[in-house]
């Protein structure tokens, strides 16, 4: 009787903006990031967009965490909805340690793979945003929120490849009196690849909430 009643009753829509709200400051934290690995000044000059990009989106969890405790009718499981905003956050909070460590070891200077990093952490994120709003009718859009996944699990599987061309280009470029440069750019190449993963984990969750609701 109870599960009748919750059908029958109208569901809380306002998460699916709070979704959007959020995937809007991850796609805004994405590019200031890859703004940053243009080096220069423009390093210091993204840097505080991406801080507050990702402010921004914690404050966007908070809300998604206040909303499922308060709302009776969710528009699907309670615990699917905070993993969600969860796996999405990671995505932020792993761009701005990346840009923090940019800051901290004082880099100014990006090869090419640190670009082409940047470019599928920016591609991922839109992809995200792209497959979000989706969920608001999950059987409808099942067929495109698959298609969506997949393009970002591929775009981990190349951001994968740029790591490890760019680690080997490290490797071998490396000075010997240049040890600490050189841990300094494996890591910031490692946390990049890091936050495209945090991407990887965030479509999984989409994809587990559309088996267990479609």
């Known amino acids: 009787m109870l599960s009748l009643f919750r059908r029958l009753m109208p569901r809380e829509e306002r998460f699916f903006d709070l979704f959007a709200r959020h995937a809007d400051c991850v796609v805004r934290g994405a590019e200031a990031l890859r703004g940053m690995l243009e080096g220069g000044t423009a390093v210091q000059q993204h840097f505080p967009a991406v801080l507050a990009a990702e402010d921004e989106a914690d404050a966007v969890t908070r809300e998604v965490v206040q909303a499922v405790r308060r709302t009776f009718v969710t528009p699907f499981d309670r615990g699917d909805i905070q993993a969600l905003i969860g796996r999405m956050d990671d995505t932020v909070d792993q761009m701005k340690k990346t840009a923090k460590a940019v800051v901290f070891f004082e880099m100014a200077e990006f090869d090419e793979d640190y670009r082409r990093m940047g470019d599928q952490v920016l591609r991922a ?48 470029n490396a000075a010997p009196d240049q040890v600490l440069r050189f841990i300094a750019a494996r890591e910031v190449l490692d946390l990049l690849e890091k936050t495209v993963d945090r991407f990887d984990d965030a ?12």
């Open 203 to 214: 479509a999984n969750e989409i994809e587990t909430i559309v088996v267990e609701h479609v």
């Open 125 to 172: 994120a839109r992809l995200l945003r792209e497959a979000v709003p989706l969920l608001a009718r999950i059987s409808a859009n099942a067929g495109q929120i698959g298609v969506v996944c997949e393009a970002i699990r591929a775009v981990e599987g190349e951001a994968d490849d740029i790591h490890d061309a760019g680690v080997t280009a490290l490797f071998r």
